[in-house]
């Protein structure tokens, strides 16, 4: 059974720092787009960034220049870097892997951003 794991979520003040792991098993994300999405209470579930299987990556307008998507194909994981998170930022935070019609989920990890 696939899974992906996600950690590293927490409580953080405004202008920190959080970084998130995705651990995939049971696939091998080198062939996969992968992305990070997250949900807010009461909003809809947006995505935040993707990187591809060749290392291209894309934000949201929202996390430009604050987040960076990286993978690593040899630990079969994928990070998210956030720095001078939000308030906004506030949100459970997904993973997901998407190749042809397959696609994956994570059970997210809980960011939260408050002083």
């Known amino acids: 059974q696939v899974q992906l794991v996600e950690s590293g979520g927490g409580l953080v003040q405004p202008g920190g720092s959080l970084r998130l792991s995705c651990a995939a098993s049971r696939i091998a994300i080198s062939i996969y787009t992968m992305a990070w999405y997250r949900q807010a209470p009461g909003k809809q579930r947006e995505l935040v960034a993707t990187?591809?299987?060749?290392?291209?990556?894309n934000y949201a307008d929202s996390v430009k220049g604050r987040f960076t998507i990286s993978r690593d194909n040899a630990k079969n994981t994928m990070s998210l870097q956030m720095n001078s998170l939000k308030p906004e930022d506030t949100a459970v935070y997904y993973c997901n892997a998407k190749w042809t019609a397959l696609g994956y989920w994570g059970q997210g990890t809980q960011v939260t951003v408050s002083s």
């Open positions: 990187i591809t299987s060749g290392g291209s990556t």
